[in-house]
């Protein structure tokens, strides 16, 4: 065999496909529903049409090609539209599961003001969730007492909420370590803490410069 021969030798290498499996809790007996995967950067959609028994049902989506920016959308007649952002770079999606739920539940807790606060302050409180298609906020005003309850109420479940707060006055609030599940039953007690922000002041000395 001539080098020149070893030199034309061309390998081409293929990414493995991917997979994005999971399953879909609390539909009921009959109900018709498709659930689609697609990606825009690889031009990859798949859709499946299927009719539920009453039972909680799997659903795989294989030889996929490796992209961030999967999503997954479950789509019933009588429910709210539920998505699932996935990224299957490096590895596939397991356990990406949907609840299906005519029930809302909510979230509560409690706001704990910073001493010294003052009447008319006040925070915003945000429940974010995107497989629910949740965003939702309110303002809560200190009022005198240094705790104050808050609710979100009609809350549809889903496993990914992300509970957090903003204030013009106090210091921000970090989202929380893990996200707040709601699947069949709401969730209390989700309290946050606010310290007073610092405030710094810039001094600046005037010198007079004589040559």
Sequence with gaps: MLNSDIDDLTITLEKPD???TGNIHGLLSGEVFKIAAYSRETNV??????????????????????ASDYRVD???????SQYENIDLKMHHAD????????????????????????????????AISNSSQTDRRIKVHYNGEQSVVYTFSDLKPGRDYIVCAS?????????????VQIIDQSVHHVDLIFKKAIKFQALFMKMEIRL
């Design 167 to 179: 204030s013009p006055v106090y210091l921000k609030q970090p989202f929380l370590d893990n996200p």
């Design 74 to 80: 479950l789509i019933c007649r009588n429910q709210t």
């Design 18 to 20: 991917r997979n994005i």
């Design 95 to 126: 356990g990406i599961d949907f609840i299906l739920s005519s029930n809302s539940y909510e979230i509560t807790g409690v706001i704990t003001f910073p001493d010294h606060a003052i009447d008319g302050e006040y925070v915003w409180i945000h």
């Design 45 to 66: 959609q798949q859709v499946q049409r299927l009719k539920s028994t009453g039972t909680d049902m799997a659903y795989t989506f294989t030889r996929l090609k490796p």
